[in-house]
């Protein structure tokens, strides 16, 4: 189409082949498509104010022109021009306010791995811009399909822990009880052909009922070191925040160091090793709170809540008929991995490359929780480790080699929220913190690599 437009300029976006209309105002700032949202610049005006002609706009196949209608933009109104000024269209009678530099969206909860990611966060041509089914990718499909055998919904729960467990890391989990976390544990045990345990915190556990205590051996007339339920590959440490101070120091440096010294003596904890700790958010009685110190040595704090009804009645089909439980994980259950297996894939998700802007992208959003007014207390260096594994093992899920910000956000809520702590101000104004740290992402500029 070439019809003559005095206030108007027609160019066809580089990335679907649409062609678009924007005002003549609008030339040379940096603007959003409406079709596939990618951003790039709006040429300059032509000298004789006639929009140029633009290649296969006249193959009635091609894609119709997206005008924008009277006195608006056909951009997104966050997308913003290189000079802080936003784009409008000259029925506007002033230019609008400055506003946030674009952002990748903030997310509250865990989801799986998105396939195509956003035209913002593609990288550069010197990497594959399609994602492959890798070996790790492949593992990833077999392991959340074979637990959906047993297991119903919840995927932010599978999929935090799945990140967490090929990252060396530990997830704690706050939900009401009687969601399955039980269950999945011992599901992912078989899938992976790992040892499972279960340790139930009380008020009165001692730090020698989780890492074992040395017993007298009548026979051999001497010490033997009994080993605690701690020395397991999957532990599921139920309702932590019930034991003191010290039993929490026990597990949680065993978590660090993975490994027990008792007596003197070293002992080592068979990797991989995942903790996956609970707590009840509805009763406090009898608790006692985790400290900062504590909180943050687990990796990612899953919020999770009731299923879905189509998935609260497939749980109900699926889990009334009185079956043996054991009995249907060792026949239903098929074990497609391997604790060698899990180090191997680990190993190999940290070489996913992390461009040097992404890696200022994290940065700039840790550091930013220790200037937010409404945090007393800000992210420690360890939330921009986990949000760099993360972003590295989310990548190897979704089948790239290298991490785009669509990783780091999908994350950084899971990886934060334990890890900042609400001002008093903040909290009588009925602030949450999920809410603070969407509001925090959201100002921080997504990086094009």
Known sequence: MNSPASDVIEFQCVHCSKVLRVPVAAAGKKAKCPGCANIQEVPPEPSNNVAAPISGVDNPSADPIISAPTGESIFDSDVMSGSGISITSPASPTPSPPVAPPVAPAVSELTTPVSPVSSADKMTSHHT???SNTPTRELFKKITSEISKIYVGQEEMVLGTLVALFSSGHVLIESPPGLGKTLFVRALGRVLGCDFGRVQFTADLM?????????????????????????????????????????????????????????????????????????????????????????????????????????????????????????????????????????????????????DKLIDYINKIVRLTREWPQFHMGASPRAGLTLMQGARTLAAFSGRDYAVPDDVVQIALPALRHRVILSAEAEVEGHHVDELLTELIRTVEVPRL
């Open 207 to 355: 730090p020698s009922d989780i890492t074992g205590a040395p017993i007298f051996d009548m026979k051999s007339n001497e010490f033997r070191f009994r080993k605690g339920p701690i020395f397991t590959q999957l532990l599921l440490a139920d309702e932590i925040n019930r034991a003191p101070a010290k039993t929490h120091a026990a597990l949680l440096e065993i978590m660090q160091e993975f490994h027990v010294t008792v007596d003197g003596t070293t002992h080592e904890i068979e990797r991989p090793f995942l903790v996956m700790a609970t707590q009840n958010p509805i009763e406090s009685e009898g608790t006692y709170n985790l400290p900062e110190a504590q909180l943050d040595r687990f990796m990612f704090k899953l919020n999770l809540d009731y299923p879905a009804v189509e998935e609260e009645a497939e749980i109900l089909r699926d889990h009334s008929r009185q079956l043996d439980i054991n009995k249907r994980l060792e026949e239903e259950l098929d074990v497609i991995c391997s604790p060698q297996q899990i180090l191997e894939v680990t190993l190999a998700n940290g070489k996913v490359i992390v461009d």
């Open 129 to 131: 811009s399609q994602e």
